[in-house]
């Protein structure tokens, strides 16, 4: 059974960072890509980066690129999300998701807040 938990969210000021995890369990983590997708209240749910089975190719939307970072370690079966200079629209509960052939998985999220 596909699992992911993310963790590291929280309340951070303009301009701060924070760094998320999603541990992955269930299957052959090092087989697939990972993507990370966010929404924020009222609105639909948005793709936020994606990194390769081995990590040698990522992709960003163009609000968080230069500012983002997507990693992951395939020996703690981990993905990471590292963003920086956040801005008070980058709140929203942020997701790990895993398509594997037609099923798709995501977490239970973990909340970013940025605000003064």
């Known amino acids: 059974q596909v699992q992911l938990v993310e963790s590291g969210g929280g309340l951070v000021q303009p301009g701060g960072s924070l760094r998320l995890s999603c541990a992955a369990s269930?299957?052959?983590?090092?087989?697939?890509?990972m993507s990370w997708y966010r929404q924020a209240p009222g609105k639909e749910r948005e793709l936020v980066a994606v990194?390769?089975?081995?990590?040698?190719?990522?992709t960003y939307v163009d609000p968080v690129k230069g500012r983002f970072t997507i990693s992951r370690d395939n020996v703690r079966k981990t993905v990471y999300l590292q963003m920086n200079s956040l801005k008070p629209e980058d709140t929203a509960v942020y997701y790990c998701y895993v398509r594997i052939q037609l099923r798709r998985s995501w977490g239970q999220g973990t909340q970013v807040t940025v605000s003064s």
């Open positions: 269930g299957f052959t983590f090092a087989n697939y890509a």
């Open positions: 990194i390769s089975s081995d990590g040698g190719t990522t």
